[in-house]
């Protein structure tokens, strides 16, 4: 079948991957006139700039993000929520959809609620701050969470959706993936229960070529063998 | 020192013609195997066999450092925490760790901290952890060598790996790689790591007597190994990732179907074919 | 084990599956994970066993010395159990002193072992009232993923049943296996709300209100038991969870013995 064959280059770190005559992009480092890769990753050059797109890491929060995350403490003015970062993240009641009188944050949300919501920024000594003011931010209820490596949501999510848009049709579920790694998936158990065992699927063959393909055949397989819920 | 009481002659550790009590010559190298990836809730993990020695390093972070007062606001903080396991050794060692843990846990600290990007991540810490399991000499270098490849696994980001290795003096000669009748019946070891890429020293340590001549071939002879070394721990990271989407889909059996929609089963009648399906399962 | 929080979302959905027979994982709720073991794994040690229940991985040596026995038993080889939950096992883990959960968990993996008479005590004798077999059975967590009493367990008499008691080093005769005439089983339920489980996953545990470890020998009695968490049981209960026990423990007695 087209597109299947070898994996494209891993380097490590420390590995030479330019001269001076590349840009040091994402994963890299310029020392002495070279270029090298600082993590475990898959070399890709475009534009004259060299970067490594890593294979594995904890999440690090850029402002702007999609992250899902726990409420793991709350006061009388923020709740604390855990997202999967070695930095906590406050969101501020002010910050909330809702109108929050002080002393009454626990009337909207409490420890234990999963929430979606946004980075809104990021300091220089990496303090961050959350906002759940935009259309998609919410406390998330039903369904399950799934929680994959940081470093596969680009894959889980495909060129322009493209991937999880296909395992959203196969499987007729709702899906949010944070860019921290957890996805949020809403739909019949058994429908989640399937749309998991793809994203694991691409979890695990994230930088092989022609993944694509192995996923939609993945998916026919699966809903072969057990009637199709998602067929039209 | 434990076994000093079995012996009762003098022993021969190299004879005339260079050849040690395992067989092997000076510049040889014990057999070593590195795998990548081996557990599942560390952030990055990795094992190692280097001649009787079996080490398991693994890493955490970065993540937040506790306690608070201890975090540093400009950087990570990088923190080896050496063990070994109570039957690790022949006579059987307390759980806990003892003087020379804490300090094989400070200089191996010391290794990594001067290759970490700590700066990236303030107020974090990267917490790696070595286990010895097995103990033949030389466990410092294996658990430092484990360790650098559990880092990259974890997908910390360093300037470099850091490979490791001993020399040391047997029978007046210097060779590479003691073991552990070489290391209780021997004159000299000196352990060192090194960053390969820009040969630093990270490590350096040394008991027993070496002129400085002995010492120079010493190092000569572990900075050659540490090329073979290293090349060890690249393979054993690009392993763990670089497989053709051709043989995962060869290797994995296609999807189980899902399981038939019960309503409320009844455990009890679930023991026949669930032992049946044990049968199945019989580990290796 | 400092508990991480699990959210309500994913207790809900545990708790759904669990009402309809199913597991995340696809068990069912009296069925364990696949066991591996791998015996003689540690060559420093006179026994050892790596095992693997699902992921949680253990890694158990046997080490044997001679000494003096306990005063109140003279004639009998003396055991003692340790386990360590070493810090790179799980993100909870902190390197110090044995905690209490360290500590219940030896003790109740010792007791299962003892009460069973599992290893012939006296056959440990050297001189009676002077000189004995000291066994020490040190457990070694290596990764957490769930169900560490099971686990402890399954390590530890695989561990014994590949024994060698060093007796030529000692000048006491020629080595010989360590005289093991009985095989306890622990299987460990838990319980979600009103759903029992067995062998529960981190996942469940971390939901879990209480557990109940139960270890029987070849003809299904009872030798040791252990209650934990803060939740209760029903004598009703308690008695499904003895029933599950025999039933599990005797299909997984067969891949503990050599």
Redesign the interface.
């Known amino acids: 079948m087209e597109g299947?064959?070898?994996?494209r280059q891993?380097v490590?770190?420390?590995?030479a991957v330019g001269g001076s005559d590349v840009k040091p992009g994402p994963?890299t480092?310029f020392?002495g006139g070279r270029v090298?890769a600082?993590?475990?990753?898959v070399l890709t050059q475009r534009d004259g700039t060299v970067s490594v797109i890593?294979?594995?890491?904890?999440y690090?929060p850029q402002p702007g993000d999609a992250v899902i995350g726990?409420v793991?403490d709350i006061g009388p003015s923020h709740w604390l929520v855990?997202i999967n970062s070695?930095?906590?993240a406050p969101l501020h009641a002010t910050e909330s959809p809702w109108h929050v009188e002080f002393g009454d944050t626990g009337r909207f949300l409490n420890?234990?609620?999963?929430i979606m919501a946004h980075v809104l920024s990021v300091d220089e000594?990496?303090r961050i701050q959350l906002t759940m003011q935009d259309r998609e931010a919410r406390r998330?209820?039903?369904?399950?969470?799934l929680e994959i490596s940081p470093?596969k949501v680009p894959r889980v999510i495909g060129k322009q959706g493209s991937m999880i848009t296909l395992i959203k049709q196969s499987t007729g579920c709702r899906i949010y993936v944070g860019q921290n790694g957890r996805i949020w998936l809403d739909g019949d158990?058994?429908s989640t229960?399937?749309a998991a065992?793809a994203i694991k699927f691409v979890e695990?063959?994230a930088?092989?070529?022609?993944?694509t393909e192995?996923v939609k055949d993945?998916l026919a397989?699966?809903r072969r063998?057990?009637g199709s819920p998602g067929r039209a | 020192m434990e076994d000093i009481e079995h012996f009762e002659r003098e022993v021969k550790l190299i004879d005339e013609n260079g050849v040690r009590l395992d067989g092997r010559k000076s510049d040889d190298l014990r057999p070593i195997r590195i795998e990548a990836g081996v557990l599942r809730r560390a952030d990055g993990s990795a094992y190692v066999e280097w001649g009787g020695n079996k080490v398991l390093a693994a890493v955490y972070g970065p993540r937040e450092a506790h306690p608070r007062h201890l975090q540093d606001p400009a950087r990570a903080l990088v923190q080896c925490r050496y063990n070994m396991a109570p039957f690790s050794v022949s006579d059987r060692k307390r759980p806990g760790p003892d003087r020379r843990s804490v300090e094989i846990s400070k200089v191996i600290s010391e290794a990594f901290a001067s290759v970490v990007f700590a700066e990236q991540f303030p107020r974090t810490s990267v917490d790696i952890f070595i286990e010895v399991l097995q103990a033949d000499a030389g466990t410092r270098c294996a658990g430092l060598t484990a360790a650098s490849v559990a880092l990259a696994d974890a997908g910390v980001p360093m300037k470099d790996l850091v490979t490791s290795c001993a020399s040391g003096k047997i029978g007046g000669v210097v060779c590479l790689d003691l073991d552990k009748e070489e290391d209780n019946f021997g004159e000299a070891d000196c352990p060192m790591a090194i960053v390969p890429r820009t040969g630093e020293i990270v490590l350096l340590q040394m008991d027993g007597h070496l002129t400085y001549e002995e010492f120079q071939k010493a190092m000569d002879l572990s900075i050659g190994a540490t090329k073979r070394i290293y090349e060890m721990q690249r393979d054993a990271l690009r392993r763990r990732y670089s497989v053709t989407l051709e043989e995962i889909l060869n290797e994995s059996p296609p999807p189980p179907p899902p399981a038939e929609e019960p309503v409320l089963r009844d455990p009890t009648s679930e023991y026949e074919r669930f032992e049946a399906d044990l049968d199945r399962e019989v580990g290796p | 084990m400092s508990e991480e929080i699990v959210s309500d979302l994913m207790r809900e959905y545990v708790y759904r599956l669990a009402s309809s027979g199913k597991r995340a994982d696809g068990r069912r709720l009296d069925e364990p994970r696949k066991l591996q073991i791998e015996r003689g794994f540690v060559k420093t040690a006179e026994g050892s066993a790596r095992v693997k229940l699902g992921n949680t991985e253990v890694l158990v040596g046997i080490k044997m010395s001679v000494g003096e026995p306990y005063p109140d038993t003279p004639n009998t080889g003396v055991l003692s159990t340790s386990v360590e939950l070493i810090p790179m096992a799980s993100p909870t883990f902190e390197a110090g002193p044995p905690r209490p959960d360290a500590i219940e968990l030896a003790r109740v993996v010792d007791r299962g072992i003892r009460e069973s008479k599992m290893v012939n005590m006296e056959k440990l004798c050297i001189t009676p009232k002077e000189k004995v077999w000291v066994m020490f059975i040190d457990i070694h967590v290596l990764d957490y993923d769930g169900n560490l009493f099971d686990a402890c367990s399954y390590g530890s008499v695989a561990a014994l049943a590949n024994t060698i008691v060093p007796a030529k080093a000692q000048g006491l005769g020629d080595d010989f296996p360590l005289p093991v005439e009985h095989w306890p089983v622990s299987v460990t339920t838990v319980k979600i709300k009103d759903i029992l489980l067995v062998d529960a996953s981190l996942d469940e545990e971390r939901m879990a209100d209480a557990r109940l470890t139960v270890t029987t020998d070849e003809n299904g009695d009872i030798r040791a038991m252990q209650k934990g968490l803060s939740g209760s049981f029903s004598y009703d209960e308690v008695k499904r969870i003895i029933e599950a026990s025999q039933k599990v423990g005797h299909a997984i007695r067969p891949l503990l013995r050599p």
Do not use: H, M
Not at chain 1, 12 to 15: K, M, R, T, V
């Open positions: 299947r064959g070898p994996v891993i490590i770190p420390g590995e994963g480092f020392e090298y600082s993590q475990l990753g890593p294979l594995s890491g904890r690090i726990e793991v855990d070695p930095y906590p420890v234990g609620d999963a000594i990496k998330l209820k039903g369904g399950q969470l470093t158990d058994r229960a399937l065992r695990e063959r930088q092989a070529v022609g993944l192995a993945f397989n699966a063998t057990q």
